[in-house]
């Protein structure tokens, strides 16, 4: 069955730390990959999207995130954190059509 | 952003009634809307999968006698837990999106569900 692995379930890191939570799928097809964050207390909201074309893009925030095909992998990073960005970060894939998978998520906190 | 609303944001109800949850796409239309359960600390889980005009397809495991969605039209999708008990308790997440590959997705701000 397809799968979406977020392989990260808790990172703990101090402001200006960098960034890397990792994303894997298995699907061989063709995808579209999404990273959403969830603040506490608040719903979904995009960070950035792949579809096509650079597989390096960067979204909202300071976040970026590389399609590397040949790993099936969609990295989020971010060069240096801030203690706003401690949220839950979900990575999605969605393939074929529209058929959506989400991974499980990882708890970022980060300290002052 | 286009933005997706859920009503309600929360809701008690006892054990054995019914409660709907409205999704609306307030300034676009959704050819697709997706319904999603999220327990805490995990990820969403995709429940169904509606079309406009169509019948919900439901994902594996899920009862669709239980959870009765209407997607009546192209900016609305309502979920129906029949019968609810304590153990359907959960945060419920609605997403629209227009058109199929390469269209993100937008999410509601989710329904906490509480079944005493």
């Known amino acids: 069955a397809q799968s979406v692995s977020q392989h990260n379930h808790h990172v703990i890191l101090s402001e200006a730390a960098s960034l890397e939570l990792g994303c894997n799928y298995s699907?061989?097809?063709?995808?579209?990959l999404f990273w959403y964050v969830q603040y506490p207390g608040q719903h979904l909201q995009l960070l950035l999207k792949?579809?096509?074309?650079?597989?390096l893009v960067k979204g909202i925030k300071g976040f970026e995130a590389e399609f590397i095909k040949s790993k099936f992998s969609f990295n989020l990073r971010k060069p240096s954190v801030q203690w706003s960005d401690t949220a839950e970060y979900f990575c999605?894939?969605?393939?074929?059509?529209?058929?959506?998978?989400f991974g499980r998520g990882t708890s970022l906190i980060v300290h002052p | 952003g286009a933005v997706v609303s859920q009503h309600p944001s929360w809701v008690i109800c006892k054990s054995g009634t019914s409660v709907k949850i409205e999704c609306r796409s307030l300034?676009?239309?959704?050819?697709?809307m997706f319904w999603y359960r999220q327990f805490p600390k995990q990820s969403l889980m995709l429940m169904a999968t509606?079309?406009?005009?169509?019948?919900?397809?439901?994902e594996q495991g899920v009862e669709k006698d239980k959870f009765l969605i209407n997607h009546a039209s192209l900016t609305l999708s309502t979920l129906t837990v029949t019968s609810a008990h304590p153990e359907d308790s959960s945060f419920y997440i609605c997403?629209?999106?227009?058109?199929?590959?390469?269209?993100?997705?937008?999410f509601g701000q989710g329904t906490r569900l509480t079944v005493v």
């Open positions: 997403s629209a999106r227009v058109g199929t590959l390469n269209t993100e997705a937008f």
């Open positions: 699907y061989g097809g063709t995808v579209n």
């Open positions: 792949y579809f096509s074309g650079d597989p």
């Open positions: 999605a894939v969605f393939r074929g059509s529209y058929i959506p998978t």
């Open positions: 300034d676009f239309q959704a050819t697709t």
């Open positions: 509606s079309n406009e005009g169509s019948k919900a397809t439901y």
